[in-house]
Each structure stands twice: as structure tokens, then as C-alpha cells.
T-cell receptor, first 115, second 113 residues
Framework: DVKVTQSSRYLVKRTGEKVFLECVQD?????MFWYRQDPGLGLRLIYF???????EKGDIPEGYSVSREKKERFSLILESASTNQTSMYLC??????????????FGEGSRLTVL | GNSVTQMEGPVTLSEEAFLTINCTYTATGYPSLFWYVQYPGEGLQLLLK?????DKGSNKGFEATYRKETTSFHLEKGSVQVSDSAVYFC????????????FGTGTRLLVSP
């Protein structure tokens, strides 16, 4: 069974802290994505990666960075967390850019609260 | 730019009622269209898709038809169950550029017994 695993379901951090969100997929997918989900705004793309060490900005990259050192792992980094980054973060992967069939496989999400 | 507009929720129904969740889109070219579902406490999963005009996607009793003339992809189910309670997202993938998925804001469905 295909699986995307996000390391933490719930995190509470303080303003200014550095935050790492980890995502691992076991499907040998080339593409990986980080979204944030907020009520009334749906899903917004932060960053995506179509290959190891490659990354592309999404629609809302400000305040975030990413790392993809291995094909199966895609990390989202908040260098200095702020309260407006309190959100649900969703990782996804797919076979081709946008998905050959359009199907993204999602993790269960990481709910981050920044105090 | 590309965008997806969904009806606002929550949609509240009794079990066995008929469901429609409206979705319209704006896109250049010939996008592919999708419905994703998010059950409580879980990530999103693909429910159904359609890749060209007049295609009908279907799964688990849900259906949606790609209507190019009205730029719509409305989700329907003839008889909902309590277990269908979830958030439903309409999405499109452009046929040009990086082909990223663009999601609507989501519609929460609540089904009571």
C-alpha cells in the first residue's frame, strides 16, 4: 500500500524557533509537494520538488525553505516561526509533475501551532 | 490565472438524501478536473477525475461530469451515508505550464442519521 508519512502530527513551537517538518514516501515518486491548509483558503502550494536537490517555489514560499537530499524525503523548514504560520501542513507526492493521472498521494498532515 | 470556485459549506443532509456540491473553474486550454476527499483526521485522497470534456468520473457512488460549456464539474451522489461526512475539494490541473494542481477552498459535508 502506498504511503506518505509525515513525522509529526501535532507540534507547538514558539515565535522565532526553527521548525522542521519531515515527509517520507515509499512509492519511488519523483515529485513531492508541501501545501498548507487553512479554513476558507483551501490548499495553497508552498514548494515542490521534481527531483533530488531540485526545488521550485509554489504560490506562497515566503518564510519557508525546503530540502530534498534523497528521493524519498522532502523537508519543510521554517527558519523563524511566526504566529501567521500556524496551520495544517500537508505533504504529497506523485509520479510525474502534477501526476501522470493527476493523482497526488497525501500524508495525514502536521498541525503546527506557533505561540 | 487558473482558479476553482466551490460552493461554501457546510452542507448538511440527512442519510439517503441527494447530494450536489457545485464546482466551477477558470483555466486556459484543456484542464483535467478532480475531486479529492478528506475524512476527519486524514490527508486528502483522490475520489474521481475527468480528463476531457463530457467525461464522467465516478467512484463509491459519486459522479461528476466535465462540462466545458459551463466550465463546471459538479459532484453528485444519489444517496449519502453518514460515512460520507468529510471535506470535498475540487481541483484542476492545467494542460500548460508546470501542470500544478489548483484546489478550491473545500466544502464540508455533514450527514446525519
Amino acid at each position: 500500500d502506498v504511503k506518505v508519512t509525515q513525522s509529526s502530527r501535532y507540534l507547538v513551537k514558539r515565535t522565532g524557533e526553527k521548525v522542521f517538518l519531515e515527509c517520507v514516501q515509499d512509492m519511488d515518486h519523483e515529485n513531492m509537494f508541501w501545501y498548507r491548509q487553512d479554513p476558507g483558503l483551501g490548499l495553497r502550494l508552498i514548494y515542490f520538488s521534481y527531483d533530488v536537490k531540485m526545488k521550485e517555489k509554489g504560490d506562497i514560499p515566503e518564510g519557508y525553505s525546503v530540502s530534498r537530499e534523497k528521493k524519498e524525503r522532502f523537508s519543510l523548514i521554517l527558519e523563524s516561526a511566526s504566529t501567521n504560520q500556524t496551520s495544517m501542513y500537508l505533504c504529497a507526492s506523485s509520479l510525474l509533475l502534477g501526476g501522470g493521472t493527476g493523482e497526488l498521494f497525501f500524508g495525514e498532515g502536521s498541525r503546527l501551532t506557533v505561540l | 490565472g487558473n482558479s476553482v470556485t466551490q460552493m461554501e459549506g457546510p452542507v448538511t443532509l440527512s442519510e439517503e438524501a441527494f447530494l450536489t456540491i457545485n464546482c466551477t473553474y477558470t483555466a486556459t486550454g484543456y484542464p483535467s478536473l478532480f475531486w479529492y476527499v478528506q475524512y476527519p483526521g486524514e490527508g486528502l485522497q483522490l475520489l474521481l477525475k475527468a480528463t476531457k470534456a463530457d467525461d464522467k468520473g465516478s467512484n463509491k457512488g459519486f459522479e461528476a461530469t466535465y462540462r466545458k460549456e459551463t466550465t463546471s464539474f459538479h459532484l453528485e451522489k444519489g444517496s449519502v451515508q453518514v460515512s460520507d461526512s468529510a471535506v470535498y475539494f475540487c481541483a484542476l490541473r492545467s494542460s500548460t505550464g508546470f501542470q500544478k494542481l489548483v484546489f478550491g477552498t473545500g466544502t464540508r459535508l455533514l450527514v446525519s442519521p
